[in-house]
């Protein structure tokens, strides 16, 4: 337990350190800016970053308001307009609202070469991904886990699914879609899943363009996350 708090720390010092020398580009940190511990609800794991120019910006499955939204986001609407019916689909794939609403969109790794998918896979950054989802599952307890596609239901394996709710379903991408995700209901269930551990459920309405999602405070950092 110490010693994995201390690979935590240590990690996240390093991380500190580059973003503060400036090496690293500060978006791909944006996940936990938006979705600091404290706050979070949902946990969705994405793959890794769009590779495409100007089409990553630090949240999974999200892109910044002047991009269109991809395919898998377009499905991802689809699937949650299916689950909630009130829910507006929106003109853009900008997913901010929801990380400081408490979804944590975070990939498995946080950087990619221009136009090379997965370029950035296996050099490192799942260690740092792994240990993100490993505080939260120890740390806090009724979180609801989103994995979409193969990939992050094998990077979501060890979460205590007495703990925690774990949703599964294929990746959103449009090869896949058709097999459930469009169906999954994930949403829906997440919220009931809230509700009934006394949360607050997540309004996935709040996309709409003049929702104006204050950013969360660190403040209560102290109280939620006692070190054990
Ligand atoms: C994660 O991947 C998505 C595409 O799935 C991308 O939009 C986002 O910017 C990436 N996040 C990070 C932290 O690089
Ligand atoms: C999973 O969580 C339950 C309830 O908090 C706990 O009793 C159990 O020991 C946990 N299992 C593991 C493998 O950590």
């Known amino acids: 337990m110490l010693i994995f708090l201390f690979n935590f720390l ?5 991380l500190l350190i580059c973003l503060l020398l400036n090496i690293i580009d500060p978006q791909i940190y944006s996940w936990s800016r938006y979705t600091p511990p404290s706050i ?16 990553a910006h630090g949240l ?6 002047n991009v269109p939204p991809p395919p898998s986001l377009l499905n991802i609407y689809k699937g949650l307009k299916n689950d909630i019916s009130t829910f507006q689909v929106p003109k853009h794939g900008c997913l901010v609202n929801w990380a400081k609403s408490g979804v944590l969109l975070l990939n498995t790794s946080l950087t990619v070469r221009a136009h090379e998918p997965a370029s950035h896979s296996g ?36 979460i205590n699914k007495t703990k925690h709710l774990v949703l599964e379903a294929v990746h959103p ?8 995700f469009l169906d999954c209901h994930h949403w829906s269930k ?6 009934d551990h006394g949360k607050e459920e997540i309004e ?12 969360p405070s660190n403040s209560d950092l102290s109280n939620n996350e006692k070190i054990d």
């Open 10 to 14: 240590l990690l996240f010092n390093i």
């Open 40 to 55: 979070v609800k949902v946990v969705i794991l994405g793959q890794d970053p769009y590779h495409n120019d100007r089409q």
């Open 60 to 65: 999974c499955f999200s892109v910044p308001h």
């Open 123 to 158: 050099k490192g950054w799942e260690k740092f991904t792994d240990a993100v989802i490993q505080y939260l599952n120890e740390r806090k307890s009724g979180l609801v886990f989103m994995l979409w596609g193969s990939h992050a239901i094998k990077k979501g394996k060890a």
């Open 173 to 180: 991408s449009p090869l896949s879609a058709h097999h459930g």
């Open 190 to 195: 997440a919220n009931k899943y809230l509700k």
């Open 204 to 215: 996935w309405n709040c996309l709409a363009e003049n929702k104006n999602v204050p950013i």
